[in-house]
Structure formats: structure tokens, C-alpha cells
């Protein structure tokens, strides 16, 4: 079963869209009412009008500039500025030496603390401050990958004290940035390979779950992979215990009935994390496209970005990436093969 996100792009599928107060097609374009000179958003709750004193613009600028004011109802004119908002505020944490505090925020872009809080949240899916502590986190990743030590990369990323950071970083990095700098040094992995009809499978787990499921032809390669990623981490075949945890992602490969519930231990900056645990969302047996997920994120336009991070994404089937299809349907680009993605779709639409 698919669930494609709709063509906003003929005036047929708007006015659908009108007709249902459809929110997904907020942002996409905007309609206009010759009886009342106004225009809404397609989601709005205001009466329905008459088809034939109905227009569509593709922006709010292009609405106003037809001679049409907003409504006051759904405020269509507030989406774009919140937007913009938003995106300035990021720009700001971005660029800030040390996070900047919720007020600074707030006045940067001229709203309230507590408008400007509600705003960024609905927008980007996290509070201001867990999307500081993301970017901080991301900077210190990127000094860690660097010469430097990691004492600076700690304050060159805006942390005042390394306790502050030392505090949550196996939850940052996925272990101690000591170990991460050393390429997981003094980390312990556990790891194993399967054989699927698919190909061969490596599962890598540390105490807090799943760090990978790949997929290769070559049982070499994958843990020639594994090696480069962590040169440095304690990688220590699967016992019993772990064997079984294999068998049951073999299983969920094989039986997509079976579900996986298996824990994994994602590493990724906060919008990336937002998509996984979208694409978790996605029943099996079901699509949506990329455009479909950056809807559900607020963020309809964050297409490409939505692509990134499933093409970042290190773990399959439990985090399934290849249920995300283009807008058309067809299959796209798939990490691990698009003949596996395909046969993945196909057992779990069979199932």
C-alpha cells in the first residue's frame, strides 16, 4: 500500500485539497476567494467557497501582490515569517561560539520567548536548546575527526566546561569522545554475520543497542567496514546470546511479520534522528515518499534533506529506509542495492 504524497501542482488536486482542509498541502501553494478578497491556506476552517471565485498562488507574495489580504483565521501570512524565523534562528546557533539563551532567540528574530519557543518546536520537531545541544555535539564530532585534542575540540564547540560535556557524552557520541577520537578506542562491539536469502548481514551492537545492520555480497567487506569506521574499538564476536539476536534480524529480513523491536543506538544530529524515527513510523507493507516525511517534520521543503539523512542511515531493516519511495512511486536510491529495497517491499506487501 502506498502513501504517496499527493500533486499539489493542478488546480484539480488543490481544489481537493481546499475541499478537505488537507494540512499537507500548507506551504505548497495558497487559494484566494474573489467574494471576500482573501487568501488562506488550503487547511483553513473558514467556510468553503464557491469553486468558480476560487484562485491559487504559489506563494503569499504572489497572493498579496494579486490584491488580496490575509485571512485573519489562518493566518497564512505568519507561516512564511515563522519560517524564516526559524531558519534564522538556526543560522544563529550555528554561527554562536557559545548556544545562545532563549531570550537572545527571541529578539534576534522579534518574537516573544514563549511564541518564538512553540514556534521552533513545531518546526523543526525539538526545543531550541535540545537543537543547540545537537549542533554542539555535532561540532565536537567533526573537531574529534580532526588533529586537535579533545579538550579543544570540547570548548571550540561552546562548552564553558569539559565536565559539562563529559556529563552526556556516551549519550552524544555513542561512547566517550576520548574513544571516539581514537576511533572507538576501549569501546567493546559486539558483532556477528548472518546469511539472508539477501545476501550477508553484519549486526554490530554496543550495551546500548544496535549500531548496525548492513547489508553486502562479501562477509569480508562488512567487517573490513566495521574496522575502518571503529579502528580502534574492541570488536569481539557474538556469543550465544548475541547469535540469537542475529537470527531474529535474519528472521524479520525473511518474515517481515515477525516486527523487530530490537533497541538501536542511533548516532546523528537532531533533524537526522527526527527522519529515523519517522521512517519507524511507516508501517510495513506500506511507502511514503520522501516528500510525504518532511510533511509529517513540518518542514515540506526539506526534500533533499529528508534524502540525506535516510542515505545516512546505518541501520537497516529497523530503521527502514526502504520503505521511502519517490513521489511517483518508483524506487530510488538505496544504499545497500535497489534489488534488495525491491525484495524487501514485495515480502512485506506479501505479508
Not at 540469537?244 to 542511533?266: I, Q
Not at 534488495?340 to 517491499?345: D, N, T, W
Amino acid at each position: 500500500m502506498s502513501v504517496t504524497a499527493p500533486d499539489f501542482s493542478k488546480d484539480e488536486s488543490r481544489w481537493q485539497a481546499v475541499i478537505g482542509r488537507d494540512r499537507r498541502a500548507d506551504g505548497q501553494f495558497y487559494y484566494s476567494v474573489a467574494t471576500t478578497g482573501v487568501y488562506c491556506r488550503p487547511s483553513c476552517g473558514a467556510r468553503q467557497p464557491r469553486r468558480e471565485n476560487v484562485a491559487f498562488h504559489a506563494s503569499t507574495e504572489a497572493a498579496a501582490r494579486a490584491g488580496f489580504r490575509a485571512c485573519k483565521r489562518c493566518r497564512p501570512d505568519e507561516t512564511d515569517r515563522q519560517a524564516a524565523a526559524v531558519a534564522e534562528a538556526c543560522r544563529i546557533i550555528a554561527q554562536a561560539d557559545t548556544p545562545p539563551s532563549l531570550i537572545e532567540l527571541a529578539d534576534a528574530v522579534g518574537m516573544s520567548q514563549f511564541h518564538f519557543h512553540r514556534v521552533f518546536k513545531a518546526a523543526t520537531g525539538v526545543t531550541p536548546k535540545a537543537y543547540a545541544d545537537a549542533e554542539r555535539a555535532r561540532r565536537v564530532r567533526a573537531a574529534l575527526d580532526g588533529t586537535g585534542t579533545v579538550t579543544e575540540a570540547i570548548y571550540d564547540a561552546g562548552y564553558n566546561s569539559n565536565g559539562r560535556f563529559y556529563a552526556n557524552a556516551p549519550g552524544r557520541l555513542g561512547m566517550t569522545p576520548t574513544r571516539f577520537r581514537k576511533g572507538g578506542e576501549g569501546e567493546t562491539m559486539r558483532f556477528a554475520i548472518g546469511q539472508t536469502s539477501l545476501g550477508a548481514i553484519l549486526v554490530a551492537a554496543t550495551i546500548k543497542g544496535i549500531v548496525a545492520i548492513q547489508f553486502a555480497d562479501d562477509p569480508a567487506a562488512l567487517v573490513r567496514d566495521l574496522q575502518d569506521r571503529f579502528p580502534k574499538a574492541r570488536l569481539v564476536g557474538g556469543d550465544a546470546a548475541f547469535e540469537a539476536l542475529v537470527a531474529r534480524v535474519v528472521g524479520s529480513v525473511e518474515n517481515p511479520s515477525a516486527g523487530f523491536d530490537l533497541p538501536p543506538d542511533v548516532r546523528g544530529t537532531a533533524f537526522q534522528q527526527r527522519v529515523w524515527q519517522a521512517l519507524r513510523e511507516i508501517p510495513a507493507g506500506e511507502t511514503a515518499s520522501y516528500a510525504d516525511i518532511a510533511a509529517r517534520l513540518g518542514a515540506p521543503k526539506a526534500v533533499r534533506a529528508v534524502a540525506g539523512a535516510c542515505a545516512a542511515n546505518d541501520i537497516a531493516v529497523a530503521i527502514p529506509c526502504h520503505r521511502v519511495v519517490r513521489n511517483d512511486g518508483a524506487l530510488s536510491g538505496y544504499r545497500w542495492g535497489v534489488e534488495r529495497k525491491q525484495a524487501l517491499l514485495d515480502r512485506e506487501a506479501a505479508a
